[in-house]
């Protein structure tokens, strides 16, 4: 088996931030934002509440968005540290912008999107509350790209 691209990376001492890196897949150029909200191996996670209510407001709002076509994916990590985010077409710093317009979206938000037990596998593990500290607390990382991880 293969060490794949994110276990080459060093996680340790690895700051909260978004991180970049550029992959060809089936000769489709794609850019992988990686959103670390925490410290990797310091004791804070996300909870499963968190991570999965992050999932649906940002999920929502960047599909609402007008770089929606340029997403790819987005998703939690395993980890609990954060989220990855595939997109198509964008620069890192569109990237940013797009996070800096949608991440204010979802604190403006009075519901979790696709709450209801028709649309979602796990639906009483969303707080609204926790998704929007979540979100409101990484929104300063998304000044500027972070470097270390490249
Ligand atoms: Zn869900």
């Known amino acids: 088996m293969k060490t794949i691209a994110s276990f080459s990376v060093d996680h340790r001492?690895?700051?909260?931030?978004?991180y970049f890196r550029e992959d060809v897949r089936a000769g489709v150029p794609l850019l992988t934002a990686d959103l670390r909200f925490f410290r990797p191996?310091?004791?804070?996670?996300l909870t499963t509440t968190e991570a999965h209510?992050?999932?649906?407001?940002?999920?929502t709002a960047l599909r609402?968005?007008?770089?929606?076509?340029n997403v790819v994916y987005f998703g939690p990590m395993g980890c609990?540290?954060?989220?990855?985010?595939?997109?198509l077409g964008l620069s890192p710093e569109e990237v940013l912008s797009l996070l800096r317009e949608t991440i204010p979206q979802c604190l403006q938000m009075d519901e979790v999107p696709g709450a209801a037990e028709e649309?979602?596998?796990?639906?009483?593990?969303l707080c609204l509350a926790d998704g929007a500290?979540?979100?409101k607390a990484f929104l300063p990382r998304c000044e500027k790209r972070a470097y270390k991880p490249l």
């Open 13 to 18: 001492g690895m700051e909260p931030g978004v």
């Open 41 to 45: 191996n310091a004791g804070r996670y």
């Open 53 to 59: 209510t992050v999932e649906h407001m940002l999920a």
């Open 64 to 69: 609402s968005s007008a770089k929606s076509d």
């Open 80 to 87: 609990r540290t954060g989220f990855y985010l595939v997109t």
């Open 119 to 125: 649309q979602c596998g796990n639906y009483r593990d």
């Open 133 to 135: 500290e979540a979100l």
